[in-house]
């Protein structure tokens, strides 16, 4: 039997590493340690994004890197962030709460599936759309109410039910039709003479997320919501135009 290239098990290495983060942020979830546990949640994200990255700029693709990350996305971004919201704020809010918890798990598991299947998650040819809200970003939006109860903005308490329904808001995103921003895109190419702006936003970025990780975070986060009515408008355009 052919033994794989060295080349072709980084991307794969790298996707492990993600899901023994993954695995990590429920152990700590289970501990007590939420920012802990949350900080693993976002380096497996981290690792999600350099393993795609890593399998284009070595031609790595493979079957079994295919599977191995949607394996990882789900323990990593359904299981993992689903254990830390209801160990940090749910526990004592009842049925609801759970069952709002059990659609979240169950949707993430459905998109993965159809993602494997037959790549629904890329909208359009072009590639600048997603489907719904991919599983990642669906993690980080669900746990941003856990960001909230790190600088003591408990927005929920009043009304515990609110946080049930934002749960489920999110779910229903992840199997929704709704187009979201892509950067999966092969025409998305920096310009040199951008190159110096976009390398000083990104390391500002940087130093605030280093001195203001639950601030910015919640922040990004609040920007993708409100970009969605955005990226629906640009998808209509966009199909639109090539009709005409």
């Known amino acids: ?76 971004f359904g299981i993992a962030p689903s254990l830390l919201l209801y160990m940090s704020l749910m526990s004592d809010m009842g049925l609801i709460s759970w069952l709002s918890l059990l659609l979240f798990i169950i949707f993430c598991c459905l998109r993965l599936a159809l993602f494997n299947i037959n790549n629904t998650d890329l909208m359009s040819k072009q590639n600048n759309f997603f489907k719904g809200v991919p599983t990642p970003a669906g993690a980080i939006l669900i746990l941003i109410p856990v960001t909230h109860s790190f600088i003591s903005f408990d927005w929920w308490t009043s009304h515990q039910n609110l946080l049930a329904f934002y749960t489920l808001t999110i779910s229903f995103l992840l199997i929704s039709n709704i187009p979201t921003y892509s950067l999966k895109n092969s025409s998305f190419q920096l310009k040199r003479s951008h190159s110096f702006r976009i390398l000083v936003v990104f390391f500002a970025l940087v130093l605030l997320l280093i001195n203001f990780l639950w601030i910015v975070m919640s922040i990004l986060a609040i920007a993708y919501l409100l970009s969605i009515p955005f990226s629906i408008n640009s998808f209509r355009k966009s199909k639109m135009s090539s009709v005409i």
């Open 1 to 76: 039997m052919k033994k794989p290239a060295i080349r072709n098990l980084i991307p794969n290495l790298v996707t492990l590493s993600g899901l023994c983060f993954g695995i990590t942020s429920m152990r700590f979830a289970l501990e007590g340690q939420y920012q802990a546990s949350l900080i693993c949640i976002l380096i497996a994200a981290v690792c999600d994004l350099l393993d795609g990255m890593m399998a284009s700029l070595l031609q790595a693709h493979s079957e079994l890197g295919a599977q191995l990350d949607s394996l990882a996305d789900f323990v990593n």
